[in-house]
């Protein structure tokens, strides 16, 4: 039974956290992507050795990881809590202004450093389950950070609830924050055996009682349309721009499907997430994504397939076309070891948290990291619009996170 008389500390902590610029660079070939991203790590260092985490450390890669010790006389399971100190690239996560909305009464959220961006209720139906909540948001000119800072708080403020609490009996838990998962390297750089779980989870996902088991499979695609240049005034007939080849290219994508804008559930799709060039040389950088992996290799193949028609359509230019292999959904691993999931959701049955199974059309570090030998499904942290301006979590549903961490050890001890 979880104290109620418990003062929570994840909201103070998800406060302070998102001051922080962590804006990972999508472009960047170091480790992490941009060293800011350290200045908040090191600082959780110091917490959990506040909180009697002795062991707690930054790694040589930026990985925060800390040991809370068993505290059962039953062989536990080694179990893990991983969240991400990184925000999105899409929107400026610099000079953050969180306000509180105290005591939610319904109805559209005008943020009021820009009043043209507008948390609205009709496009967020999960408002309508937020009534009486106090819902943090930013002031409209960042994003707020809650992907994944409410993770990190919540899992520090189970963390603190634990150690004060010790008569609740749980196992060893490992405790590790990630840079750099919103550019696809979160676990890049992630030691398994030396982080010493055998089961984890990532807190990382949105709406109160989502426990997601499936994930898309991705794969990133680069394709170098290459053309002739020659000076504009001497050009005729001897001139290929790679810029048109590309853009006869990219109107040939399908416009009814196959985009992320005309599908939804568990269709997949291509995307072009950026284009540079110039008459020399075109780049077009693309996202594969699909639940079934076998749908990757088709949808690269018709991708494929329509770049060598552009470049057939203007003779001299050609193409490089290279595929690189991001993550695999995490259900083919999952699927050997239910048990993961099935105490996540006896956690949440117990605290009375409608479970919400869905798959998550994205990634997570425990993507790779379910590959690499650490299965790890993700669990709701209560951000919702991630990578934007209208970003917001409830503080109520950043307690039930917090409840549900301290549960889910309770667990594991028990079914020990």
Same mark, same amino acid.
């Given at each position: 039974?979880?104290? +109620?008389?418990?003062?929570?500390?994840?909201?103070?902590?998800?406060? *302070?956290?998102?001051?922080?610029?962590?804006? &990972?660079?999508?472009?960047?070939? =170091? !480790?992490?992507?941009?060293?800011?991203?350290?200045?908040?790590? #090191?600082?959780?260092?110091?917490?959990? *050795?506040?909180? %009697?985490?002795?062991?707690?450390?930054?790694?040589?890669?930026?990985?925060?990881?800390?040991?809370?010790?068993?505290?059962?006389?039953?062989?536990?399971?080694?179990?893990? !809590?991983?969240?991400?100190?990184?925000?999105?690239?899409?929107?400026?996560?610099?000079?953050?202004?969180?306000?509180?909305? *105290?005591?939610?009464?319904?109805?559209?959220?005008?943020?009021? %450093?820009? =009043?043209? #961006?507008?948390?609205? /209720?009709?496009?967020?139906?999960? @408002?309508?389950?937020?009534?009486?909540?106090?819902?943090?948001?930013?002031?409209?000119?960042?994003?707020?950070?809650?992907?994944?800072?409410?993770?990190?708080?919540?899992?520090?403020?189970?963390?603190?609830?634990?150690?004060?609490?010790?008569?609740?009996?749980?196992?060893?838990?490992?405790?590790? !924050?990630?840079?750099?998962?919103?550019?696809?390297?979160? /676990?890049?750089?992630?030691?398994?055996?030396?982080?010493?779980?055998?089961?984890?989870?990532?807190?990382?996902?949105?709406?109160?009682?989502?426990?997601?088991?499936?994930?898309?499979? /991705?794969? /990133?695609?680069?394709?170098?349309?290459?053309?002739?240049?020659?000076?504009?005034?001497?050009?005729?007939? *001897?001139?290929?721009?790679? +810029?048109?080849?590309?853009?006869?290219?990219?109107?040939?994508?399908?416009?009814?499907? @196959?985009?992320?804008?005309?599908?939804?559930?568990?269709? %997949?799709?291509?995307?072009?997430? &950026?284009?540079? %060039?110039?008459?020399?040389?075109?780049?077009?950088?693309?996202?594969?994504?699909?639940?079934?992996?076998?749908?990757?290799?088709? !949808?690269? =193949?018709?991708?494929?397939?329509?770049?060598?028609?552009?470049?057939?359509?203007?003779?001299?230019?050609?193409?490089?076309?290279?595929?690189?292999? +991001?993550?695999?959904?995490?259900?083919?691993? @999952?699927?050997?070891?239910?048990?993961?999931?099935?105490?996540?959701?006896?956690?949440?049955?117990?605290?009375?948290?409608?479970?919400?199974?869905?798959?998550?059309?994205?990634?997570?570090?425990?993507?790779?990291?379910?590959?690499?030998?650490?299965? =790890?499904?993700?669990?709701?942290?209560?951000?919702?619009?991630?990578?934007?301006?209208?970003?917001?979590?409830?503080? +109520?549903?950043?307690?039930?996170?917090?409840?549900?961490?301290?549960?889910?050890?309770?667990?594991?001890?028990?079914?020990?």
């Amino acid at each position: 039974m979880f104290d +109620q008389n418990y003062k929570f500390t994840c909201v103070d902590r998800f406060l *302070k956290y998102v001051k922080y610029d962590t804006q &990972s660079d999508e472009e960047s070939t =170091t !480790f992490p992507s941009d060293p800011k991203q350290l200045e908040l790590s #090191k600082d959780l260092v110091k917490e959990l *050795k506040e909180i %009697g985490l002795n062991d707690a450390h930054m790694d040589e890669n930026g990985y925060v990881i800390a040991t809370l010790p068993s505290n059962s006389d039953k062989e536990v399971d080694v179990i893990g !809590f991983i969240a991400h100190v990184d925000t999105s690239p899409a929107v400026t996560g610099k000079n953050v202004k969180p306000q509180i909305v *105290k005591n939610y009464q319904g109805g559209d959220i005008v943020l009021p %450093g820009d =009043t043209s #961006k507008v948390i609205e /209720a009709k496009s967020n139906p999960e @408002l309508k389950d937020m009534i009486g909540f106090d819902i943090i948001t930013t002031d409209g000119t960042t994003l707020l950070g809650a992907d994944d800072k409410a993770g990190i708080a919540e899992i520090m403020d189970a963390v603190n609830y634990l150690v004060n609490h010790p008569e609740v009996k749980h196992g060893t838990i490992k405790i590790c !924050f990630t840079p750099d998962e919103e550019v696809g390297r979160g /676990a890049e750089k992630f030691n398994v055996e030396k982080f010493g779980a055998k089961y984890a989870y990532t807190i990382d996902g949105s709406t109160r009682g989502e426990v997601e088991t499936e994930t898309f499979s /991705a794969d /990133a695609v680069v394709i170098k349309f290459h053309g002739i240049n020659v000076h504009p005034g001497y050009a005729k007939g *001897k001139m290929v721009n790679s +810029q048109k080849v590309a853009a006869y290219f990219i109107e040939s994508l399908p416009k009814d499907h @196959l985009s992320p804008e005309t599908t939804d559930q568990r269709e %997949g799709y291509v995307h072009p997430v &950026s284009i540079n %060039g110039n008459e020399e040389l075109t780049t077009i950088k693309f996202i594969i994504r699909d639940f079934i992996v076998e749908n990757l290799k088709e !949808f690269e =193949t018709k991708l494929k397939g329509l770049a060598e028609k552009a470049v057939e359509k203007f003779s001299g230019s050609r193409l490089e076309f290279e595929v690189i292999e +991001q993550y695999r959904n995490m259900k083919y691993i @999952l699927n050997d070891h239910p048990h993961v999931e099935e105490y996540a959701l006896e956690a949440l049955k117990r605290l009375n948290i409608t479970p919400i199974n869905s798959a998550i059309r994205g990634g997570t570090d425990g993507s790779r990291l379910s590959f690499m030998g650490l299965p =790890t499904p993700n669990l709701f942290a209560g951000g919702h619009n991630f990578h934007a301006n209208t970003e917001y979590v409830a503080v +109520q549903d950043m307690e039930a996170a917090t409840k549900m961490i301290v549960t889910i050890c309770q667990v594991w001890e028990e079914k020990a």
